[in-house]
């Protein structure tokens, strides 16, 4: 694994990086250098993880678990590596709890169906909270209506953080029979309090699913602390390809679960009529899978390792505290969420007086920078926020305090056409 | 590649600022709001990034006597739809049906709008030719346009 740097939390070591991303040298619009503010949404790919996927095709490229022959092996051997790879980096036992799927999207689709349809019924009450992403909430609503079952939400305060005593007064109800929610949202970037809502559901005996979409590419995550019953990412949103993710589901619940998708590679023995499932994982793994990108979430999972997720973490509180500082001092602009940065991400939406979103991305567009506007896949929150849309600029390794500089600088070109 | 931000001249941010034939949301929750007097109202939004209006015809004679908007959109959404509301009005059904595009979009200076900015210039239009066509069924039962109407809204970006 030569090529990779021995970094500190500070922001030059930091900034050394940025060599192994060739897209960050890009020039855009008028000649002006790329300003990438969008990881919440995707994140870029260093060269450690084209190339593995390169060489995949290259070198080793062949259907997996099935022919004997070499290549056959090398690429199931490559392919089940980044599962232990996972295993390692979210803290778990068992290899066979990892199911590789499309990303969080589907792995929370996967839940509905696999595990929602045998276990939900009606009557019952599936819990989320008011700052989900859609991906979150629409699956949940789909099974509970098909289910006669309810979906109730955990409301947010004005600061951006979960209300807690909502999730009390569901689970005293006793119909609770499953509670949903995000690491870390994906618009304000709120924290959440994971292991305090683990700990209540435990006591009702209720299971519990977190999106862990945005926190595991930030922050040190320990599922064994943590204590959930399911848990689903995305690689893309690391470093990695895009239509790989992870879906982490305890044995004990795995075992109570039907399949997904029927096909190959799930299957123990096929008759005409009737049909004895693979074991765990390859029971949800249908279908020749997304082998060269694993291998390539695989590399990503390597990069960041050396990095070390706590010094990624402390590099985004810089950042994030900088950018904080910096767009407070900008007239008319409004930062949603919390200002303590203990409990938020790299994920900052704003907007700037009664400018609409749109225009603010496109005229700061035309200085390179891309961030995010819109309603991020969270309407249900933009409902709570009380508006059509947010601005959002989101951080990772990359990103500098000048990029910063550059975002508020474009700021009063946007208030200069608006006349503010 | 330069000059996406031209758009934003001073006609584009002026009517953005004040746009006309316009209620605010507030306004429209009131009971005088023009909403409750309206012949057909039609809402529509842009799903993935948020524009979202309603637009009011009273319409009298097979005129368009009067026509307002209400909702939430950006400066384009909203310069667009204000100026489509003064093309529209005083004009006959008829008129109305017939108004393209680049009848707003040249207007404004957007002939060259990027693809996908687009859809903020023309969610008004499809909003109006929709109101248009329930309007139809629900009122001119023998119009043999309803369907070709709503094909048009259908395609139109």
Not at chain 2, 30 to 40: A, E, I, K, R
Not at chain 2, 69 to 80: E, H, K, P
């Amino acid at each position: 694994m030569d090529g990779y740097l021995k970094l500190q939390s500070t922001d030059s070591s930091f900034e050394n990086l940025r060599k192994d991303f060739p897209i960050l040298s890009r020039i855009v619009r008028d000649n002006k250098k790329l300003v990438y503010l969008d990881n919440a949404s995707t994140t870029q790919k260093p060269n450690q993880v084209i190339d593995s996927i390169t060489d995949y095709y290259q070198n080793h490229n062949a259907n997996i678990h099935r022919a004997v022959y070499a290549l056959a092996e090398e690429a199931t051997e490559a392919y089940e590596a980044t599962r232990d790879k996972i295993a390692n980096f979210i803290n778990i036992q068992n290899r066979q709890e990892i199911i590789f799927v499309r990303g969080t999207t589907e792995a929370i689709n996967l839940v509905a169906y696999a595990w929602g349809r045998p276990h939900i019924k009606e009557g019952d009450i599936i819990v989320t909270t008011e700052y989900e992403h859609h991906s979150n909430i629409v699956p949940w609503q789909l099974l509970t209506q098909e289910k006669k079952a309810k979906l109730e939400y955990i409301g947010m305060d004005d600061n951006g953080e979960l209300i807690l005593d909502d999730l009390d007064k569901f689970l005293a109800t006793g119909k609770v029979k499953l509670v949903t929610f995000s690491l870390m949202s994906n618009v304000l970037g709120t924290i959440t309090d994971a292991e305090k809502i683990v700990e209540k559901c435990k006591a009702a005996g209720v299971p519990t699913l977190i999106d862990g979409a945005q926190a595991v590419p930030h922050m040190e995550v320990d599922l064994e602390k943590l204590g959930c019953d399911f848990f689903a990412f995305s690689g893309h949103k690391m470093l990695g390809p895009t239509g790989i993710g992870v879906l982490w589901v305890r044995k004990s619940v795995l075992e109570t679960m039907s399949p997904f998708h029927g096909g190959g590679d799930m299957i123990r023995e096929v008759h005409k009529y009737e049909t004895t499932w693979n074991d765990l994982p390859y029971k949800f793994e249908a279908g020749t899978p997304n082998i060269a990108d694993v291998v390539g979430f695989g590399a990503a999972i390597d990069y960041l390792t050396k990095i070390g997720m706590d010094n990624i973490r402390e590099h985004e509180i810089e950042l994030t505290t900088y950018a904080i500082e910096q767009l407070s001092k900008v007239k008319g602009l409004h930062i949603y969420g919390t200002k303590d940065i203990s409990k938020r991400g790299g994920v900052i939406s704003f907007n700037f007086a009664d400018v609409h979103p749109h225009d603010v991305a496109q005229i700061i567009d035309e200085e390179g920078i891309a961030v995010r506007s819109g309603h991020h896949c969270a309407q249900v929150l933009m409902e709570r926020l009380d508006v059509a849309a947010t601005s959002r600029a989101s951080f990772y390794i990359y990103n500098t305090k000048e990029e910063i500089d550059v975002l508020i600088n474009s700021l009063n070109k946007v208030a200069k056409v608006f006349k503010l | 590649m330069s000059g996406n931000a031209d758009i934003y001249h001073e006609m584009i941010v002026d009517y953005s600022r004040n746009p006309v034939n316009y209620e605010t949301p507030d306004q429209r929750k009131l009971d005088d709001s023009f909403f409750n007097s309206t012949d057909v109202t039609f809402h529509d939004s842009n799903p993935l990034c948020g524009d979202s209006i309603d637009i009011g015809m009273k319409i009298d004679d097979d005129k368009v006597t009067d026509i307002k908007f209400t909702g939430r959109g950006c400066a384009i959404c909203m310069a667009c739809t204000s100026v489509l509301t003064e093309i529209a009005k005083g004009k006959t059904l008829d008129e109305v049906r017939k108004i393209d595009k680049t009848d707003v979009l040249s207007e404004l200076g957007l002939e060259h709008l990027q693809a996908v900015r687009i859809k903020c210039a023309l969610l008004s239009l499809k909003v109006v030719k929709s109101a248009l066509y329930t309007y139809m069924g629900e009122h001119l039962p023998d119009s043999q346009d309803v369907d070709n109407l709503k094909d048009e809204v259908a395609n139109l970006y």
